[in-house]
């Protein structure tokens, strides 16, 4: 894949679409080394100890934002996703599990500059996915189905992951998600691989299923009842 320059991201914490606000956001998954040098070494030998991920970020200070990051402060199992090139289907996508570890709303205060915030982010127990979009984020007024995607098989010991997120709602209803696998892009016999929770409020979900799938494309069909709509993003990944 070719380098880019940023210019746009994604970034859905929950059940907010935060991107508009920050200017900068790090996402790292890491191990802890652990020293395993023995009498007889002749070089210093360590071995994988537990594996964390963490997510740093910063801003400028909108009220909207303030008050979703206030609110997930020391709340576990936050739903995150970056997508760090493009908000289209298809497009890199990452997601993980985190705790807002530190939330400073007030990072810089000088006069005649503009006010910004940082944020910071660790793991609950859960790693990082690297996967892609499959419903781009955008809002969804009737009951409809993503494009197929060649995500490929799952091997027995490979797992599936499916991030959601909904971040409006306008008016009452519901929205239900399944995750379709198929071994043709047309999808004449769909079979459902994940349901999400039935959703009637903005949330975040992450489902997964574990393999073996030989079906290699995979899609998102999504029913929306009555006469209103969702602004919805959803990514799959391993």
Same mark, same amino acid.
């Given at each position: 894949?070719?380098?880019?320059?940023q210019?746009?991201?994604?970034l859905?914490w929950?059940?907010?679409?935060?991107?508009?606000s920050?200017?900068?956001?790090?996402?790292?998954a890491?191990?802890?080394?652990?020293?395993?040098?023995?009498?007889?070494d002749?070089?210093?030998?360590?071995a994988?100890g537990?594996?964390?991920? $963490?997510?740093?970020?910063?801003?400028?200070?909108?009220?909207?934002?303030? !008050?979703?990051? @206030? +609110? /997930?402060?020391? *709340?576990?199992?936050t739903?995150?996703t970056?997508?760090?090139?493009?908000?289209s289907i298809?497009?890199?996508?990452?997601?993980t599990k985190?705790?807002t570890?530190?939330?400073?709303?007030?990072?810089g205060?000088t006069?005649?500059?503009?006010?910004?915030f940082?944020l910071?982010?660790?793991?609950?127990?859960e790693k990082l996915?690297?996967?892609?979009?499959l419903?781009?984020?955008?809002?969804?007024?009737?009951?409809?189905?993503s494009t197929?995607?060649?995500?490929?098989?799952a091997?027995?010991?490979q797992?599936?992951?499916s991030?959601?997120?909904?971040?409006?709602v306008? $008016?009452?209803?519901?929205?239900?998600?399944?995750?379709?696998?198929?071994d !043709?892009s047309? @999808? +004449? /016999?769909?079979? *459902?691989r994940?349901?999400?929770t039935?959703f009637?409020?903005?949330g975040?979900?992450?489902?997964?299923?574990?393999?073996?799938?030989?079906?290699?494309?995979?899609?998102?069909?999504f029913?929306?009842?009555?006469?209103f709509?969702?602004?919805?993003s959803?990514?799959?990944?391993r």
């Amino acid at each position: 894949m070719a380098t880019f320059v940023q210019t746009n991201l994604g970034l859905f914490w929950g059940g907010y679409s935060l991107a508009s606000s920050f200017n900068a956001v790090g996402l790292t998954a890491s191990s802890s080394m652990q020293d395993d040098t023995v009498y007889g070494d002749t070089f210093v030998s360590s071995a994988a100890g537990l594996s964390s991920v $963490s997510l740093e970020g910063e801003g400028f200070w909108q009220s909207a934002t303030d !008050s979703a990051l @206030f +609110s /997930s402060l020391g *709340t576990s199992d936050t739903v995150v996703t970056v997508m760090p090139q493009e908000l289209s289907i298809g497009s890199a996508a990452l997601f993980t599990k985190l705790t807002t570890s530190e939330y400073n709303p007030i990072a810089g205060g000088t006069v005649g500059e503009m006010l910004s915030f940082r944020l910071s982010g660790e793991s609950t127990n859960e790693k990082l996915h690297t996967g892609e979009v499959l419903v781009a984020p955008a809002t969804y007024a009737s009951s409809s189905a993503s494009t197929a995607n060649n995500l490929g098989a799952a091997t027995a010991s490979q797992t599936i992951y499916s991030a959601l997120h909904v971040y409006t709602v306008n $008016s009452a209803g519901t929205l239900d998600c399944v995750i379709q696998s198929d071994d !043709s892009s047309g @999808f +004449s /016999s769909p079979t *459902t691989r994940i349901t999400h929770t039935q959703f009637s409020a903005i949330g975040s979900e992450i489902k997964s299923l574990a393999g073996a799938v030989t079906d290699t494309y995979w899609r998102c069909s999504f029913t929306i009842s009555g006469s209103f709509d969702f602004t919805i993003s959803l990514a799959i990944g391993r």
